[in-house]
């Protein structure tokens, strides 16, 4: 239950009823918020003249669910607008990994050419076998954070485990919380004690209903700026690598007011798929598009497969701002 | 193996080839042809004069591959031509079942008000319970060729399983083969022996690989005009009915010459997420849409909640142009 | 909802109701029963004092649930009684196709020589490519019937599709309805109108609410003898053939009131894994196990990789021996 | 590739071999070993000499490969022997989550009562929802503690995420990576640094490939004591929790040299399931089982339905003797 406390309760019972209630407290949007689990269906008469306003739910999706909110969130990115209303489709590009300086300041110099905002790249990588490439660590996020310096873009990168999720929020505009860390409470709660923008990635194993709750340890622990990023699940079928799931996007966009990104690039797996998977993600009206581009995917140190070259990722570019402007959009 | 034999072959000669080599034997494209299983790898000396070209395959999909044929097949419908280079998406529309002349009627007016040519509706409900309706069978399928003769549309309906495939052949331009009867080989022998065009949708539980392979026995049996159609494979996802597999359609169109229909309706299963699916399908550049519409969704007799109605599948349609548009589609 | 008529009820009444409550109607256990659809839940008063018990249901699984009958039921099989409270695992053994006479000889012999009464053997085999070995159709089932005739076995085989349903039934005395046939109602209806025992396979992309109400379509038809039978559903591994359910089994032996048979040989297709997996199953107390074995697995025509040569499946069944007396069954 | 150095070779060499192959280096056996990707199938010419012996693979399935290793590996646990030749199926009990001195306390005893060694019971519970119990934390792990100290047990609990990853190695017996936490390499890796068991559950979406590949990063970082969890995963299926994947453990079995737990509670989620799949697993001959007990199932704090009571646990615990007894194993 959420439940809008009335403006004149003091600090000091809003913590007797933080307490009493086992809630979480927030304030959004210039109000004292309490959340409890949705267990909790109706509001104790003895609390009723405090409360201005409550919701209950079904499940524990709460702050995240249209019921509470309609309106889409947004999330602010240096002069950018994710969600809300704002019709943008925000494009982001880069490679999978850095890998040097000039890899990554070469994918810096085509956003710019191409009017985008938003660089990628891992650092961290999250690989399932110890003997692959494991990413540049701290080195590349310096590496992240110099681009940003000098071309004013703002940079995203995955955290894989809690070890290193300070070093990422330091570094980073947009903190990614990676498919196979999407459960990491020690991520989670670190992310909700900023207010950095939280992009979170379905895990490929993970329900809707997990995947949102996910959201909820970041809004409930009082960062309201999160992301959410569907990037394909896992089913039988292995002829692509993972299976986008747009059914579920149609399903976010309904019963959540979280700006939803798609990943097009780690669902299919191959390039040749890509472009028109984003083509069909742009005509959702979806808030972004994660898309890997490297300067030579056949020597990309991770994911050669599905990375496009630059000349790819530019006319990929041009052929979404033409599918985005059917729907009313603008790739930005 | 696909080998085409030289024009001078005469009857009796391949005759003998097809016994000898266990081959499946067509005529295509003014050529005799002869099919064998993708274990053979290579022709035998003996008969290297009569073969004018071959081609060898890794897996038994074979006539459906761009190995053999780059181009994308044509079915010819009527006055509409699926697939090609046409750059038609042929948008099928209609209820879930027949239910009687008045319903069936009213969505034919729509239809035709809307420039369409296809119109659907199932006759021999394939329905998981007994207790379920079942559909009106043979009366339905009189309503449909009544329509036909009455608005000009082509009709299409599904194929339950062998007992009533000799009717569905006889009353409808193009025989559904439904996605519980996908491996149903007495429907796809049948389907083989006509040259009415078919419509396989795939299993739930089908690999693309098996998918493309239930093509290859209308293929291979002399039947070329097949259409695939994705409707959405079952995952642990439960929040929509079925989760629509576009990263597969990608893979259709790079590797199958067949063209690729999409079934937003059945994959979603709930009306609000037809639309953005539909226009992210048409974004892809498929052949054909099937969306189910009718009268008065509420009290459809099956598939009441993923039912459009007839004021949603208007806009619908004008929104689909706009975005087929934009990749150089036109909704016919 | 299921309805025993009083005893006095006479022919026509029946027929009657039967019409008005558009129920189906069977004699089963000496009662008249009619039985509708779970949507339900009330008896209209009109029919009050003809209806001697009534039960309501969640879903249409209703005359194979604990519910309606809590009993396990038995079917008989010559002098083997699957089911019931016989704690008896039968233990059907044979080649994955009937090849040649001398072939499937040799497994009777070997079934004969171990005291088992049941031989399984495809002639219908529901590949999924056209040019793989499809079995040897109607001479295959002759050559079952003069191994029933020479060694007294019962015999199974698989119905791929209504096309030969009828010979199937006249040849075999268990019908197995095979994974990829069970949604189709050509033949469940088929199977309702006989009295003999039907087996009816899971689809791999099946769930069990679905799998369960396929057993509603032959019992609500009049043929009480059905036995279901797990063999593996598709997910996302791929170094096994399918994924052996077994908390599915365990689902059913809590729900429903059918006998539950185990196809470990489909589930993992590698013969490595069908001991340790039978082993399982047995001491689950199952009421039966399908085994495949071959006089020798390399130069099977089909499931080669997962088939048991004779030395093994005799070890097998004497492991099994084991296992089945430590949880009170007997393998017969 | 694994590579077995010669007796002879000494430190500082080995430490310019290891960087030079990018390898990690272990004692292991009495030998020094390195192990690269397994993209290394030949070693250099110039290090032939100083190389003892040599093993390529086909993926990075290296160390728990039954190409290097066919003898299954032993953990020791106090007195307890998991896995070798043993023939033990330890059964590991106790409750879900710890909730208090009382309740711990009294699981402590049953086990005593059963002859069993090893105490199980969550502190930091990974739960999909902030809103739920989220486990005792650092209390917990105490008690845990407490209970090795007055009963002689050994005591096993999970790790949610790395943030709390020393407290579990200083507090408990085995560090049971959690499924939602296995591909955490903050966890993974600071498991490599002990020598104390460590027990990994396959994630619920995970492939096997995958699975065992955790397991490398804690083999390849010098931690031999690695034991593998199956405890289901998430199907198309939703009557049960999840599908427990005995498949899945025979291709384990046969593949690697890891001992295997099974985990029938979780996988099911009901407890009318757990005794059947327990006894199934059993007859597997597997080496452990972990089985959630619970003094009151009905108020547990996380997954009551499908805890035992403690009755029900000890009819399982007396059922599994004679079952592990029909295959040669002893529960311990």
Request: glycine letters at 8%; aromatic letters at 8%; proline letters at 3%.
């Amino acid at each position: 239950m959420i439940l809008h406390l009335k403006a004149g309760v003091n600090a000091q019972r809003i913590n007797e009823l933080t307490t009493e209630l086992k809630a979480f407290h927030i304030r959004y949007q210039e109000k004292d918020v309490l959340i409890t689990g949705a267990g909790m269906k109706t509001i104790p008469v003895a609390i009723e003249k405090e409360v201005e306003k409550f919701w209950a739910f079904d499940s524990d999706i709460q702050l995240a669910s249209t019921i509470y909110q309609k309106e889409k969130r947004t999330v602010q990115l240096g002069d950018v607008v994710i969600g809300g209303t704002t019709n943008h489709t925000v494009l982001i590009g880069g490679p999978c990994s850095v890998e040097s300086e000039e890899q990554i300041r070469s994918a810096s110099e085509l956003l710019k050419s191409l009017n985008l905002s938003v660089l990628r790249g891992g650092c961290y990588k999250p690989r399932t076998s110890p003997y692959s490439f494991q990413g540049m660590g701290l080195e590349g996020l310096k590496l992240l954070a110099k681009m940003r310096e000098e071309y004013g873009l703002a940079v995203i990168t995955e955290a894989r485990d809690a070890t290193h999720i300070d070093e990422i929020i330091e570094y980073t505009d947009i903190i990614q919380v990676g498919a196979k860390a999407m459960y990491d409470q020690g991520i989670l709660r670190a992310c909700a004690k900023t207010d950095k923008p939280v992009l979170i990635k379905r895990g490929f194993g993970t329900t809707l209903q997990e995947f949102v709750q996910a959201s909820e340890f970041v809004l409930s622990g009082g960062n309201p700026n999160v992301v959410l990023c569907e990037r394909g699940i896992r089913t039988f079928e292995t002829k692509t690598r993972f299976t986008l799931d747009l059914c579920g996007v149609a399903w976010l966009q309904e019963y959540t007011n979280l700006p939803v990104i798609l990943d097009p690039s780690h669902a299919m797996g191959y390039a040749y798929g890509v472009a028109p998977l984003a083509k069909a993600c742009t005509a959702m009206g979806v808030d972004g598009l994660l898309i890997e581009a490297h300067p030579n995917p056949k020597v990309a140190k991770s994911d050669a497969s599905q990375q496009l070259n630059y000349e790819e990722f530019t006319a990929l570019k041009r052929d979404l701002e033409t599918v985005a402007g059917a729907v009313g959009y603008k790739i930005v």
